[in-house]
């Protein structure tokens, strides 16, 4: 049944190592063939590159440019094609009353300022933290902190795209794209919103970020293999992606209203974390099933991170909760994009199911054959700890 | 008794209330200190300050060991502030039941973090210092702790274990608005009827050099350090940026309704938030101040009152030339000529800028103002800017009824959050 406030999808902007936009991407990842991957740069780490970009398609000042780092960078970028994909970008009124909510951690470091710090101290210093202020304060590039802010991705789109109604961050790995899809679509059914900006972006080229994953050793240190299948591959797992994911949703009404094109139907969102020990972990996830109705869908879009204890909790988990249901593990293609996985899985479910197509294998057995979906489920589960699903639907009515 | 609002939502009460500042922990502390005009601005002995231009913070140096660091810091003051909120309530703290939202601020590893690192990386092998040597004793070693206070999702998942909150943890960043935003996502839910119960919590712990030294770069701190408690000084014609400062502020909030059936003492009622995003420049306001206008505005509406019943408001009142002047300029053009008769003051002209907990804190203060009768004063008001006629209560407290507050919050990157916090009616 059908309600005015239906979330639906009517944007979407997807930036990665496949290419630039929502149409590219699907073409992409219906030819599979095999990740784009750059190998040599970060040694032993393997990372999913940005392909490359003209920026001023989507932030036209070269000024506004300069001001972001790579991450900030391609999330306004990303969140441009989204605006532009659902017919919104230019459009002042709609801009305006538009809320957003972003999926962003933190901002990048001048590795040339920090290894300045590591020689003078390695070479002896009398006073460490004497040595560091001296540094710091003669060498950061004075807007450096605004480039690497979390709040300030967000800012930056309200800077070049005029999206003000309001703003709003969110933080901690894959949660925060969870909570972020979760939050704006709770608003727009509950009546508090009408059309909302929810996404995120990573850089993964940059060591300081490859280095939060690998304190905890989560990284995959022998190359890359489809995320069911990392348990031989040495190291933690996984493979981190650049780019970004960005969703425009709107209540039906809202939609139908401007005679927006609807990719599909987001229901609630489901989300939890807690104790990762299998049992707990399988208790939680079923408690999510439940709420979000995976098991009534007819696919699953997982995006798995492919570290071990957690990828087999969650195969486990579909084996006994969703037998039969193929699902894809569309991290394989893009890479970990970490605060972006879970708005990239809805953006995937519903390029697939307004296409009208299945998303292939992408290259492992794990992988089942598929019919064209009538409706997907999305699962992220966190590699630290967060989990969410939802089910996305196919548009029924106008704007299908 | 009703128990929805003006437009048919359920009515917020606050039932749960915690602090702590550089002035101390807990609410009556605070509360006294904070009323009696003290500072606790000083100067830093956390880490040394030759070369910073700014040597003064608000630190809190009786929370946690220096050693521990900020990420602990962080999450000790959320923890002490949430958890005085939920025994005022009388609810479980360790099974509380109901959603965390939580503004805290942006972490990365720290700089001894970084030096443990290399230093290990040497012993790896590694040869030349750099993130390389410090990669390989990242694969070689243990640094689980790093690992975890690196993690932007860590506090959150740890006060959800502690107090036993319902659900995927948020938390969030909105700049020196966060803590308000953290209070606007609980009365969202609760509007919504996800949550009877929700507890919002705004931290940070987060004052280093390295953060010293990228405020400093955007020219936005206080550089009067020879009298550390008098450079804090919102609306004063000498005032010349913030005061950097750490501390932590929580609510729980619940339907009235719920508040009533389980017969809690409710301390206030959460009536109203509205925000309105900048999109002029990254650390300045629009020259109009049209955002802010709006914020204030949206929050009126949302609360369903007019200026007129605004007996208070609790300044975000930086100290920086830009902010305060900004704030004179959308609160004079919201209320009018009657600006000048409603007093307005500033809590970091004694706590400093408490940044991501700033808007949690000055909520607990406005509430603590409708509670006592009293109005903090805006301390270090010895010259006050001409171009910002404002009453804000210079110096010394005073008494008053006040029935309702409207709170300010406003941050680089174009943020502006206000909420309008109100007595319970009688």
């Keep these: 049944m059908s309600s005015p406030n239906d979330v639906v999808i009517t944007g979407i902007g997807i930036l990665s190592s496949l290419g630039e936009g929502a149409e590219a991407n699907w073409n992409a990842l219906r030819n599979f063939a095999g990740p784009v991957l750059e190998r040599e740069r970060f040694a032993p780490y393997t990372v999913h590159p940005l392909p490359e970009v003209d920026w001023s398609l989507q932030i036209a000042k070269r000024g506004d440019q300069r001001q972001m780092e790579a991450w900030q960078r391609i999330g306004t970028y990303t969140a441009g094609l989204a605006l532009e994909d659902a017919g919104i970008k230019g459009d002042e009124a709609l801009c305006a009353s538009m809320d957003m909510i972003v999926a962003a951690s933190g901002g990048e470091r001048d590795v040339d300022v920090d290894t300045m710090i590591l020689n003078k101290v390695a070479e002896g210093v009398d006073d460490v933290g004497v040595a560091i202020n001296e540094v710091l304060t003669t060498e950061l590039r004075p807007t450096l902190f605004l480039a690497q802010l979390s709040n300030l991705l967000a800012g930056n789109i309200s800077i070049v795209h005029k999206v003000t109604g309001s703003s709003r961050t969110f933080m901690g790995e894959e949660g925060s794209g969870i909570s972020a899809v979760q939050t704006a679509a709770a608003r727009i059914r509950a009546g508090q919103s009408t059309h909302a900006l929810v996404g995120g972006a990573y850089n993964a080229e940059h060591p300081d970020m490859l280095l939060g994953y690998e304190l905890g050793h989560y990284l995959s240190r022998g190359g890359w293999a489809p995320v069911w299948e990392r348990e031989p591959v040495e190291g933690g797992g996984i493979v981190s992606g650049s780019g970004g994911a960005f969703l425009v949703l709107e209540s039906r009404e809202h939609a139908e209203a401007r005679s927006a094109k609807i990719y599909g139907v987001l229901g609630p969102v489901a989300a939890d974390q807690g104790p990762v020990g299998s049992p707990e972990t399988m208790k939680r996830l079923e408690r999510l099933a439940a709420e979000a109705g995976i098991a009534e869908t007819t696919m699953i879009v997982s995006s798995a991170a492919g570290i071990h204890a957690r990828t087999a909790d969650e195969k486990a988990f579909l084996a006994a909760h969703a037998p039969g249901i193929p699902v894809r593990g569309v991290t394989s293609a893009l890479g970990h994009m970490r605060d972006a996985q879970f708005p990239m899985a809805v953006a995937l479910a519903a390029l697939s199911l307004s296409h009208g197509e299945t998303i292939p294998s992408l290259g492992s057995g794990f992988e089942a054959a598929a019919d064209v979906p009538a409706s997907i489920g999305v699962l992220t589960l966190g590699f630290n700890a967060a989990e969410g699903m939802a089910v996305v639907t196919r548009a029924q009515g106008a704007g299908a | ?426």
């Design chain 2, 1 to 426: 008794m009703s128990y929805t609002d003006h437009a048919g939502r359920p009515i917020i009460a606050i039932t749960g209330a915690g602090v702590v500042s550089s002035l101390g922990a807990g609410k009556d502390d605070n509360w006294a200190r904070l009323t009696a005009g003290q500072s606790g601005i000083h100067r830093i002995k956390r880490f040394p300050t030759e070369h910073l231009r700014t040597t003064i913070a608000g630190t809190v140096d009786f929370m946690t060991p220096v050693e521990a660091g900020s990420a602990a810091l962080t999450y000790a003051l959320a923890e002490a502030a949430a958890v005085e909120a939920i025994r005022e309530s009388g609810l479980s703290e360790k099974e509380f039941g109901g959603p965390l939202f939580l503004a805290a601020p942006p972490v990365e590893l720290e700089w001894w973090q970084r030096l443990k690192l290399d230093a290990d990386g040497r012993e790896a092998g590694g040869k030349e210092p750099g993130y390389d040597r410090l990669l390989l004793a990242a694969r070689n070693g243990n640094h689980l702790d790093f690992y975890h206070s690196a993690q932007f999702g860590t506090v959150g998942q740890k006060l959800q274990e502690r107090l036993g909150t319902r659900g995927l943890p948020v938390t969030l960043s909105t700049a020196c608005a966060s803590g308000a935003t953290a209070i606007q996502l609980g009365v969202e839910a609760i509007r919504r009827g996800e949550a009877e119960r929700v507890t919002s919590v705004g931290t940070d712990g987060s004052v280093t050099a390295e953060a010293l030294v990228r405020f400093s770069l955007l020219s936005a701190l206080s550089t009067q350090n020879d009298v550390p408690e008098k450079a804090s000084k919102p609306f004063s014609k000498d005032r010349d940026g913030f005061v950097m400062a750490e501390g932590a502020g929580a609510f729980v909030m619940e339907s009235l309704e719920s508040a009533h059936a389980r017969g809690a003492t409710v301390l206030g009622i959460l009536e109203g938030c509205g925000e309105c995003a900048d999109d002029f420049h990254r650390t300045r306001s629009k020259p109009d101040a049209s955002p802010a206008i709006a914020a204030v505005r949206a929050a009126l509406a949302d609360a369903g009152v007019s200026t007129g019943d605004v007996d208070y408001v609790n300044a975000h009142g930086t100290s920086t030339p830009e902010n305060d002047k900004m704030e004179y300029l959308s609160l004079s053009t919201v209320f009018g000529d009657a600006i000048s008769s409603i007093p307005i003051s500033s809590n970091k002209s004694m706590i400093g800028h408490t940044l991501t907990a700033a808007g949690a804190i000055e909520a607990v203060f406005s509430l603590l103002a409708i509670r006592t009768g009293t109005l903090p004063p805006t301390i270090n008001h010895a010259n006050p800017d001409p171009a910002i006629p404002l009453d804000v209560v210079p110096n010394v407290k005073r008494e008053a009824k006040v029935g309702r507050v409207l709170s300010n919050s406003f941050g680089f990157g174009g943020q502006n959050t206000c909420l309008v916090i109100a007595a319970e009616p009688a």
